[in-house]
């Protein structure tokens, strides 16, 4: 069935029931029609005894008796189809002059007057011996009806006359008596040709609104027909198979939102991510060899593990961070220097809070680390000498400055809202998610890609992803590679505060200009 071209099916089947509802409301049965509605249908009980009731207190019959229960009913007749009926169109033998009769059960008539002709020459049709007439009658049952004759008036198409009659109740004293019986029959007609009662037109015709359903019915369930009935294709450059993402913390939340958007595009996809770490992340590429396999670094692996090829992704900022009570948002780079190398031991001595400092590190391999070395302090940090980042461990100098380290970026954040005092570094995007912890600007310039492409801000990084080898084209690494720089994964990795690399003047280097 999956070649069966519902498409088509659907399309023509779209037409084709509008055109038969057509054809058959204004061709088929739609062509001769004769139609009635009663208008009004009221009694005048309660008037009569009304002090400003005035010509309704003496309704007289033709004999002059005053009537005891009166009502009155307004019936409309018209040709509702869409060709004329002819006075030989009545369902009647053709000695018989009345088309159309209307009996009132229960009432008898007192008067009646047609009223409201459409066309002022349909007046001649309701003359002497034209079949017009009122009687009233006892049928078999003993029950009173008032009966009204109507000729069999030539009616073109939407023409109509009304008949207004007054009645006086003939039966049991009820609160309303039945509704009046229209009888009428056409030659051809619909529904064997019998007289329909009709609905006012100021609204939608009731079968164009069952149309336009049927219509908006076809078009909603056409892509579920379709796709019931074909498998759906996967989008273009999805792939299968499982790939395992290891590296960097600090890229870890593009990578785990742009992981989850690419599979819930292509649906076969699965990901391992087992961020630890830039360093730990290329040593466990280089040791497994996997082809279904992706590292992330902060920076370029250096010389080692030659079978590891780069690729740019993005460039990234990093911000330093204090505790909100320390006092300091602003720090140049000659204080930055001073305060990891332990030469600051309180934050008083910037201008800051009389409040000791205390550094929370990333670990050695940590390419937060690295760069932070690198592009900030140009020198390798001391080790650590404490676990909690409050106390010093013994036997360690109590001159000495608090140093800690913790193993991922979230975990440095969270000690460094946590201890007064504390001072660490981080990814950009991170760090802003945190109201709990306070970014430092470095030489009076925040953390901006615009500052940075333009070396006035150093702190930043070259996001890199690391294949061993070169991935097949058709392979799960490289179809994600391409989602993370062209694709969706673009707007991932600017939504958490970096650039894509594509976005730079020089993309291959993806570095500021300088």
Known sequence: MSNFPWEIVLAVLALVVPVFAFLWEFVFVGR??????????????QEVAAENAGALQRLDDKDGKALTDPSFVLVRIENTGTTNIDSHDYAVLGNVQAGVKINFPDRRVAGMVVTELSDEFLRENFGENSGLGVDNIVDGDGRHVGVIQLPKVPLNQGQHYKVLAVLDRAGPKVKKCPDPEVIAGIKGGVRNGAIRETKSR????????????????????????????????????????????????????????AAAAYANTCREARFAIEMAGSSAGLDRLNQQRGADMLAFSDGVKGNRSPQLLPRPIAFLLFTVVVHPDAGVRDLTLAQLRDVFAGRVRNWRELGGAD????????????GTRTTFEQQVLGAIE????????????????????????????????????????????????????????????????????????HGAYPFWQTEYAYTYGEPKADSLAASFLRYLTNQVGADIVRSHG????????????CRPQR
């Open 382 to 453: 001391p080790g650590e000498n404490s676990n909690d980042c409050v106390e010093p461990k013994a036997p360690a100098p109590a001159t000495d400055v608090v140093r800690c380290r913790r193993n991922d970026t979230r975990s440095l954040l969270d000690a460094v809202a946590g201890t007064p005092g504390a001072i660490g570094y981080s990814e950009l995007g991170a760090a802003a998610s945190r109201p709990d912890v306070a970014t430092v600007w470095i030489d009076g310039q925040s953390a901006t890609l615009e500052a940075a492409d």
């Open 355 to 366: 409040q000791e400092v205390r550094i929370v590190d990333r670990e050695a391999l940590s």
């Open 202 to 257: 100021t609204g939608i015709p009731r079968w164009l609104t069952v149309l336009v359903y049927l219509l908006v019915s076809i078009a909603l369930a056409e892509p579920f027909v379709i796709g019931l009935a074909t498998a759906d294709p996967p989008p273009l450059d999805c792939a299968r198979g499982t790939l395992t993402i290891t590296g960097s913390t600090a890229f870890a939340p593009v990578v785990q939102e």
């Open 498 to 509: 970096d650039r894509p690399c594509a976005e730079l003047a020089n993309p291959v280097l």
């Open 32 to 45: 001769k029609r004769l139609g009635y509605r009663v208008q009004v249908d009221t009694t005048a009980r």
